[in-house]
């Protein structure tokens, strides 16, 4: 697990859905580009989280939720 997944996952609960503007405050982040690269895409492809609306990637209601 990178140095990246590994911060994502210390600032999330389980079971508890976080948006990703959510996400980019609890990390200090201010680019959605650079949370979706490094951070959500590489914790969803080794199923650590998992997304609310798989099937609507770019959803405006999209939430993600540690496993």
């Given at each position: 697990v990178s140095e990246y997944v590994s911060?994502?996952?210390s600032v999330m609960e389980y079971d508890t859905p976080y948006s990703?503007?959510?996400l980019l405050s609890l990390l200090g982040l201010k680019s959605k580009?650079?949370?979706r690269k490094n951070y959500l895409n590489p914790a969803i492809r080794d199923n650590l989280i998992?997304?609310?609306e798989?099937?609507?990637p770019n959803s405006r209601n999209q939430r993600?939720?540690?496993k």
């Open positions: 911060r994502l996952l990703s503007n959510e580009e650079a949370l998992c997304m609310t798989p099937d609507k993600y939720i540690k």
